[in-house]
């Protein structure tokens, strides 16, 4: 099972590079209070950074007539957020920077009693890779080197993630099993966290968006091995992809803004007003070459259609981790 590019843009109309469609009139609706931004992860991670560089554009642009207000909520792995979306008192100030955990999240912790079907869709703003990152300090350059190493520690080589049936560990479960590497994996609560313990030598990898090891990779102390996209990217282009070591197999995360059940269909059209526009502005698009995320367009009605799709796969993948 894999979730490649093409299964996302699949659902998405036209090319990846089209813009938005410009949102319905929101019949004169305005948010009369701050909106609740939350972010379903900890800080310093991708959806984190998204977050708040979206609410900067959105600020700066002076784009809505209340502000963002950006608030972490990872806890659970994004439990807290779903949570906090589903039982929102106030659903039309209520919105939600998402990553692959709306999907899981709810699989795994089904006691939650959380539909995402009940969310209502605003805006796709792209779909971000994963990479395999060591330390500079470890000697490994090449990604044969270290499955090499990982063999050699028989089960005592540690690596960082932001919980078990979350994005990065379905990757290194994929990664463990297509090589048979018996790795130890320690949880955190985002990737920001992983990348600055691997930073600092706690762990001795992490499987990490390119936005979150970009600094250290920018500093020389992260190396990156592979790539879990299609392609090799554009800014690692002497990375190999794990399609090139045999196996087809990439996985993206999405980040989206999703509003909570029952928001009005004046609130929704209004944010999607709102994010359409940051998506085709300048700042974003040049966000999108800068973090090598790749855009990924759609209504939503084709959102809800991948919403489904994304579920589905994301059922599968879980089982085949969990036996």
């Known amino acids: 099972m894999k979730l490649t ?14 813009t938005l469609p410009v949102a319905a ?10 909106i609740d931004f939350t972010i379903m992860a900890g800080p310093g991670g991708g959806a984190d950074q998204i977050a708040r ?17 950006p608030t972490n909520r990872g806890g659970g ?22 990553l692959n955990s709306f999907y899981t999240t709810p699989i795994r912790q089904e006691a939650l009693g959380v539909d995402i079907e009940t969310f209502t869709p605003i805006t796709m703003m792209g ?17 044969e080197q270290y499955v090499e190493k990982v063999k050699e520690m028989n089960g005592e080589f540690v690596m960082g993630g932001t919980g078990s049936g979350q994005e990065d560990s379905i990757v290194i479960a ?36 390119p936005a979150e090891a970009k600094g250290f990779y920018e500093a020389g102390e992260f190396v990156p ?17 794990m399609k090139e070591k045999g196996h087809d197999f990439s996985y993206y995360n999405q980040r989206a803004i999703v509003g909570a059940p029952g928001m009005s269909d004046e609130a ?13 502005g300048e700042e974003w698009q040049n966000y999108l070459v800068s973090e090598s995320l790749s855009p990924l367009p759609m209504d939503e009605a084709e959102t809800r259609a991948y919403w489904a799709t994304q579920v589905a796969n994301h059922r599968q993948l879980l089982s085949e981790i969990d036996g």
Do not use: C
């Not at 093409?6 to 590079?17: C, N, P």
């Not at 990664?175 to 955190?188: E, N, Q, T, V």
């Not at 990737?191 to 706690?202: C, I, R, W």
């Open 5 to 18: 590019k093409r299964v996302f843009l699949g659902l998405a109309a036209g090319s990846v590079f089209a």
């Open 25 to 34: 009139m929101a019949d004169d609706w305005e948010p009369k209070r701050p």
């Open 53 to 69: 560089f979206v609410q900067s554009v959105v600020e700066a642009n002076d784009m809505t007539t209340r502000p963002l207000v």
């Open 77 to 98: 792995s994004g439990a807290e957020s779903l949570l906090h979306l589903k039982d929102a008192r106030d659903a039309d100030h209520t919105l939600m920077v998402t």
């Open 127 to 143: 779909v971000d890779p994963f990479v395999l990152w060591v330390h500079k300090d470890s000697g490994i350059t090449t990604f």
């Open 174 to 209: 994929y990664m463990s099993g297509a090589f048979d590497l018996d790795i130890k994996y320690i949880p955190y609560d985002g990737g920001g966290a992983v990348a600055k313990d691997l930073a600092g030598k706690q762990i001795m990898a992490t499987v990490n968006n």
């Open 225 to 241: 091995l592979l790539a879990f996209s299609d392609e090799r990217m554009e800014a690692y282009p002497d990375v190999p992809t």
């Open 268 to 280: 929704a059209a209004y944010y999607r007003e709102v994010f359409g526009k940051v998506y085709d």
